[in-house]
C-alpha cells in the first residue's frame, strides 16, 4: 500500500523551506546547512534505495572476506556517508542485535561499530555485515510518502553464504538530502516475533 503526496504535505513543507535562507542569516553557525530543493519522494526512490541498501550489505560482507575488516570498515564508512543522514544530525537507528546499553545508534561511530564491530565503546558489537552474506530480498508491507519524507516497512531476507536464511522486519524512514538523494533517517530492525 502506497499513500502519495497530499496537497496539505506540499503546503506545510514549502512555507518552512522558504524560511530556511531567513534562519541561515539569522545565525550564521546555521548557514553551513544547506536545504534540499523540495521535490517530492518517490515510490521508486524508496525501493531503489532499499536495493542500494541490500548490495552495500553483500559487499561489506565480501570485502570483508576478501580483505579483511579495515577494508570492510573503510567501504561500511562509505556506505553510512552515502545512505544515512548522520551528517544532517541524529539517525534513529536501531539494529537487529543490538543490546542495552547501545540499543540505538544515533551517531555514525555506533552505526560503523555495529556493521563492522572492533570499537571498545561497543563491545557487543561483532560486526553485523561481517555474516557472509550473500543475497537479499526485500518486501514491502507498504510504503508511506509524505513529500521530502518517506517510510517503509516490511521484511528483507537476508541469505548467507550456507544458503541459511534470516528474515529482519525493517522499518526505514528517508528524506531527500541537499544533493537531492535519499538518506535514511531512521532504520528499525528486528527479528519477527515467534510466539510461544
Not at 522558504?18 to 545565525?27: D, E, Q, T
Not at 537476508?158 to 541459511?164: I, Y
Amino acid at each position: 500500500m502506497t499513500i502519495r503526496t497530499s496537497a496539505l504535505s506540499l503546503a506545510l513543507a514549502l512555507p518552512l523551506l522558504a524560511l530556511a535562507p531567513a534562519i541561515a542569516n539569522a545565525n550564521p553557525s546555521a548557514a553551513a546547512v544547506s536545504v534540499a530543493p523540495y521535490a517530492p519522494i518517490t515510490v521508486a526512490e524508496v525501493e531503489a534505495a532499499q536495493l542500494a541498501w541490500g548490495d552495500a550489505l553483500v559487499a561489506i560482507s565480501t570485502e570483508y572476506e576478501r580483505n579483511g575488516r579495515d577494508a570492510a570498515k573503510t567501504l561500511a564508512g562509505k556506505v553510512l556517508d552515502a545512505a544515512y543522514a548522520y551528517d544532517m544530525g541524529p539517525v534513529l537507528f536501531k539494529p537487529t542485535l543490538a543490546a542495552a546499553p547501545n540499543t540505538f545508534r544515533t551517531t555514525r561511530d555506533g552505526a560503523l561499530a555495529y556493521f563492522v564491530g572492533g570499537d571498545s565503546r561497543f563491545p557487543a558489537d561483532s560486526g553485523f555485515a561481517l555474516k557472509g552474506w550473500r543475497a537479499y530480498k526485500i518486501e514491502n508491507a507498504g510504503i508511506v510518502i509524505t513529500g521530502n519524507s518517506a517510510i517503509s516497512m516490511g521484511n528483507v531476507h537476508l541469505t548467507d553464504a550456507k544458503g541459511n536464511v534470516t528474515v529482519v522486519d525493517k522499518t526505514w524512514g528517508y528524506v531527500r538530502g541537499a544533493d537531492g538523494k535519499l538518506r535514511i533517517v531512521l532504520h528499525h530492525s528486528s527479528l519477527p516475533y515467534a510466539g510461544k
